[in-house]
């Protein structure tokens, strides 16, 4: 299993103070020594934590290959297609959102995605969507001519929250608090069996899959158990526990439990 980890929330505490410190560009060495396989970083429309200068001084300086997340907005693909990162994963955004919340509406904007895409391929980027684990995205996935599709586990994330780790872990959008157990317990199962369903079906026709949102140290594990799946991009549970062990050791401890 790849890890590829996300570094947006050291920029995001840097914007806390609007100050140039801590420099995300200073995680690449540490990254690379714990054993990351990617760094990750997504250039937001609204800058609220990355900025293009990062996003130039990482893809030039990264000895690891350089996964952009980014919308579909022509402003940002120009900017991806002048900064040449290695990946860019195509994902949903609005401003009002924490994080990312869902995958994208992969026939809502079909022609957008498809000449999005070919504008990529274009300058030798390749291309992964975020979609939710869902048999039609993935298969438009694969027909839009992308390399790679990355499986929104947000879902799963959130169910297992609910379940394990009590309210403080749980968004507050989730309606389903008052649930009982054993329905929680079965929508997990359930979460788990659309990942695998999904993963099994894109590599069956070719597609390479990734997967990530809300994974963490508690819920990782069977996700990193489904075999079709090769890579998962966490963020926010790693820089997390960085704050209290350094990044070095929270990443080798994500990567003891990726097996
Ligand atoms: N993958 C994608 C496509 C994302 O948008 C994000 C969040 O930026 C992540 C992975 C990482 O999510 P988290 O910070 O919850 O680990």
Not at 51 to 60: M, P, T
Not at 124 to 140: G, N, Q, W
Not at 190 to 216: D, M, P
């Amino acid at each position: 299993m790849k890890l590829g980890v996300n570094i947006d929330h050291i920029a995001v505490l840097r914007e806390a103070r609007k100050i140039n410190d801590p420099d995300p560009v200073e995680a690449l060495g540490i990254l690379r020594r714990a054993g990351a396989d990617q760094i990750t970083i997504h250039l937001r429309e609204d800058r609220r934590h990355i900025h293009d200068e990062d996003a130039k001084r990482i893809i030039s300086t990264s000895q690891l290959p350089v996964n952009l997340e980014c919308s579909i907005e022509e402003e940002i693909i120009d900017i991806v297609c002048r900064l040449k990162p290695h990946r860019a994963t195509l994902v949903p955004e609005k401003r009002e959102e924490v994080t990312t919340e869902g995958g994208l509406d992969i026939v809502k904007y079909e022609d957008r995605i498809l000449a999005t895409v070919e504008k990529l391929h274009a300058n030798e980027i390749e291309v992964s969507l975020f979609i939710d684990p869902d048999i039609e995205a993935v298969t438009k996935s694969n027909i839009l001519g992308a390399e790679w599709i990355e499986l929104h586990t947000g879902s799963y994330a959130n169910i297992f929250a609910m379940l394990y780790c009590g309210l403080k872990n749980t968004p507050h959008s989730i309606k389903e608090l008052e649930l009982p157990r054993d329905v929680l317990k079965k929508r997990l199962e359930e979460s788990l069996f659309f990942l695998k369903n999904a993963a099994e079906h894109a590599v069956s026709i070719g597609l390479k899959v990734a997967a990530g949102h809300g994974l963490n140290y508690q819920n990782v594990g069977a996700v990193a158990e489904i075999e079709n799946i090769e890579e998962l991009n966490i963020g926010q549970s790693i820089i997390a526990r960085s704050v209290y062990t350094g990044l070095e050791k929270a990443i080798l401890q994500m990567r003891e439990l990726l097996g």
